[in-house]
């Protein structure tokens, strides 16, 4: 009897998991324990092994979204058993029962799942099955232009196929011209010559469409501003200097994460998110670290969480935020690794670039991020004295929806504080 190849479940928050490369070909033979699919849920990847040696059937292809406990592939025993397979038609199968489309989440306590259950108001007026709903969704199609066909004008799965079938028509349609000139002697020159074509799927597509929703949804203000950070390299530099005691070599980017939580602890608000018509302040501090994977164009960014942050130490803080560093680098996070979160920190310092400003956009449905750039030296103005000092540079983006300007001001302005008098860290 064939065994089964499906999606497993990898955390409490997954839900589906997108199929990002089959590693072998239809008909292939495999042993037990090789990689035969490679799966991507929440911006991580995983890798799913044979459970038995046998020849690959492939029954969902490619850039396809299936739910938890779907059988996507399956592994004949012998060349008869896979010719059989192949001669029957496809049929969905799953090792669990399947979660219904629009079914509330396990996790729907967290807030990274709370995103889910909130879609944007505009579109709930509009009558459409779950089913529907999922396919627009997948598809970034606005349904308000979608005309159902269904009862009292509900939009079914036809009405989404068709407007998918009339899109793509559409763009095959309009192929702009070149942009060229033609030289006195009739030479036609090419101003415009493509270097690579990167098809948007798999994380870049994740990306896109989190960022693309993020600025929908919420009203993001972005305030910039300078922190003195003398102090801190100081200390910093006494921390490496003993990091054989301590066990660990501490960054700059914990050190950030210490002080962010104390902030957030006297700002609670800055710690919350907009889920349907409820602003929800969270009691725990679970901090989302970005970091950048991959390299060139098929780069991306990640964003694995430090859970319950502020009942860490420095040196615990460290070492998680290090773990999970080398697990997203290495493609070996779990969706349970990535959410959860209540705010971000993005540290742009880390990869260089000097004195600058950014405007980061949330991480939803959080209601705020921080972007930190690289500490340098600036001339700064102390007892009307022309000095130089280590700057590090910020900016802080967060939903007006939640958070008052006021609010706003008074996080980053204890940061600063805890971060120019370090001893306030301790209190």
């Known amino acids: 009897m064939a065994e089964y190849v499906a999606i497993p479940k ?19 033979q495999v042993n037990k324990g090789d990689i035969v699919l490679l799966i991507e849920t929440e911006k991580t990847k995983w890798e799913v092994e044979a459970n038995a040696p046998g020849f690959l059937h492939i029954l969902v292809p490619e850039d396809t979204k299936a739910n938890v406990g779907r059988v996507v592939g399956l592994i004949a025993q012998t060349k008869d058993e896979l010719a059989a397979l192949q001669k029957e038609p496809p049929k969905e199968m799953y090792t669990t029962a399947p979660v219904p489309s629009g079914a509330p989440q396990e996790a729907m306590a967290q807030p990274a799942s709370a995103v889910t259950q909130a879609p944007a108001q505009s579109t709930e007026r509009v009558k459409i099955s779950p ?3 999922k396919m627009a969704e997948e598809a970034m199609m606005d349904i308000t232009t979608v005309r159902g066909t269904g009862p009292d004008g509900r939009i079914v799965r036809e009405d989404i196929e068709r407007a998918i079938t009339e899109k793509a028509t559409r763009k ?22 493509v270097k690579q074509t990167i098809p948007l799927k798999s994380t870049r597509r994740a990306i896109a469409e989190h960022m693309h929703r993020s600025l929908q ?17 100081r200390i910093r530099e006494g921390f490496v200097a003993q990091e054989k005691t301590i066990g660990v070599r501490i960054s700059y980017t ?25 602003i929800i302040l969270w009691e725990d501090i679970n901090i989302g670290v970005a970091v950048a994977v991959g390299e060139g164009a098929e780069s991306g960014l990640i964003v694995p969480v430090v859970r319950n942050a502020d009942k860490k130490s420095l040196v615990e803080l460290s070492q998680e935020i290090k773990a999970l560093t080398e697990k997203a680098r290495t493609g070996k996070l779990l969706p349970d690794d990535v959410s959860g979160g209540t705010f971000t920190l993005t540290n742009l310092g880390a990869v260089g670039g000097g004195y600058g400003f950014g405007t980061p956009i949330i991480n939803q449905p959080q209601a705020a991020i921080l972007a930190s750039g690289a500490i340098s030296d600036r001339a700064v103005v102390r007892s009307g004295q022309i000095v130089i000092r280590p700057i590090l540079t910020y900016s802080f983006t ?11 001001a008074r996080f980053t302005m204890h940061l600063a504080q805890l971060l120019e008098n370090p001893a306030m860290m301790l209190l």
Not at 180 to 185: D, K, L, M, N
Not at 256 to 277: G, H, M, Q, T
Request: aromatic share 4%; charged share 25%; proline share 5%.
């Open 10 to 28: 990898l955390g409490m928050a997954m839900m589906d998991a997108m199929l990002v490369e089959w590693r072998h070909k239809e008909g292939e």
């Open 398 to 408: 967060y939903d007006h929806r939640v958070i008052d300007g006021a609010p706003a």
């Open 131 to 133: 089913v529907a709903r």
């Open 254 to 278: 914990d050190i950030l994460v210490c002080a962010i939580c104390k902030a957030i602890k006297a700002n609670p608000v800055i710690n919350s998110s907009l889920i349907e018509n409820n």
């Open 172 to 193: 095959e349609a309009f192929k702009p011209a070149p942009i060229a000139a033609t030289t006195p002697s009739g030479q036609v020159i090419d101003f415009k010559r």
């Open 217 to 233: 949804v919420a009203a993001q203000l972005t305030n910039m501003g300078e922190i003195d950070m003398s102090e801190i390299v």
